[in-house]
């Protein structure tokens, strides 16, 4: 017999709980302690699903975050005073832009502090697409209430969107090797996924046009996500963080004796 999965609002109060948490410390021990907690959260409860690899994506969105803002860090910025550790010549700018300076001298200092918030950044990244892999997007959707329905639509499409387009990018290219095309150049994909899309888009619509979405506002429930105990544990967890920072530790463990693990085929 399987358990029922957890609540999806639960995982997005505790995946928004620790990134505020995250925040109000302002420790990258405790950033990295928790977005390894949360990864192995994630690794052992996520389910075998396109949105399960929402989280992968978003350390590599984190990870490009972090290059970025060191670089912009490094040539455009206010100048810093500190030890320095190398110059870049220097771009003379129009009077009106008084303060900004592209290239110089680059101080240690400039660097951590561009780094540390390079690497904040990334990790509240990392915790809203941990909620993302271990949340169905339909279930959340059933349980968001009747008046932000339709802005709950777009934020599930939005959400779930890119780790569909990569599930269909991944079959039609093992569908063409597997019919002898070797060739792995993205023009070859690009009508092959087009044309997935539209279909998934007209089977979509003649889903909701059959169920008579949008025709009345009062909704029928089938399965109804109910709340229980761990749920309510998981979000008192989440909300003593916001109190205790340090708690976050706890918080982001103890999703893996609270949340029941999912079936993989």
């Known amino acids: 017999m399987t358990h029922r999965a957890l609540h999806p609002l639960a995982w997005w109060i505790w995946a928004g709980s620790l990134a505020i948490a995250l925040a109000k410390s302002n420790s990258l021990l405790l950033s990295a302690s928790v977005v390894g907690a949360v ?5 052992k409860k996520s389910e075998n699903a396109p949105w399960a690899q929402s989280f ?5 969105m984190g990870l490009w975050i972090v290059i970025i803002r060191i670089f912009v860090g490094i040539t455009i910025g206010v100048p810093t005073y500190g030890r320095a550790i190398f110059t870049l010549p220097v ?5 009106w832009m ?3 300076r592209v290239g110089g001298p680059v101080t240690f200092e400039r660097v951590s502090a561009t780094a540390h918030e390079g690497f904040m950044l990334a990790a509240i990244i990392a915790l809203l697409g941990a909620a993302s892999s271990l949340s169905s997007p339909h279930r959340l959707l059933r349980s968001i209430p009747i008046m932000v329905y339709e802005f709950g639509v777009a934020v599930v499409i939005a ?5 569909q387009i990569v599930t269909s990018a991944g079959r039609i290219r093992q569908a063409q090797e597997l019919r002898g095309q070797t060739s792995t150049s993205w023009r070859r994909i690009a009508l092959p996924l087009l044309e ?3 279909s998934r888009s007209l089977d979509l619509a003649a889903a909701m046009d059959s169920r008579g979405y949008g025709f009345s506002r009062k909704r029928s429930r089938y399965r109804p996500n109910s709340w229980t105990q761990r749920e309510f544990l998981l979000i008192a967890l989440g909300v003593i963080s916001l109190i205790y920072p340090l708690v976050s530790v706890v918080t982001a463990t103890s999703a893996l004796l609270l949340a029941p693990g999912q079936e993989r085929p």
């Open 91 to 95: 771009l003379t700018l129009p009077t």
């Open 98 to 100: 008084v303060g900004i």
């Open 39 to 43: 990864a192995i959260v994630v690794s």
């Open 159 to 163: 959400t779930s969107v890119l780790p």
């Open 56 to 60: 992968r994506w978003a350390l590599t």
């Open 196 to 198: 997935d899309s539209l």
